[in-house]
């Protein structure tokens, strides 16, 4: 199912009917290790509160944000190949998909040198216009598309 990933053996289900209704409640929600969202009205434990948050449809967010990027870094990583950025080396060039909200398309941009937080860089261009068109539903996850 297109919704579904499987991590270590266990299936994430992605809920796609959360979109703007978030609100608060008391008590907080949270993300088991088994990617349950769960709500618990007592005081979560510091080694919860990464992954702790005010309403139920934060919760879901955040997990469906982390299981798309984990799903599309996995695959860049087996698609790069031999290929690691080497930002010591303003030769090699380094692929990474943007967003641009303007003209509201995913676009392709290299450089040589900025090195940016939890992008996965391709030799290829043609590498990450596999993955706009394998991963947008998950791409649109991660760039807020999805809740818009």
Known sequence: MENEIIINGVTYVRKDNQKNQSKRDNGIWFINTDGDILRDK??????LKPFCYPAETDCIKARDKMLALYKIKTYAEEQRGEFI???????QIKHFIVYN?????YRIESNEFVQKLLLFYLAEREQCEEIIEKFKDDLDILFDRKWK
């Open 42 to 47: 007592d005081e979560a434990t510091d080694k």
């Open 85 to 91: 950025p080497d930002w010591g080396n303003c030769d």
């Open 101 to 105: 909200n303007k003209a509201e398309e």
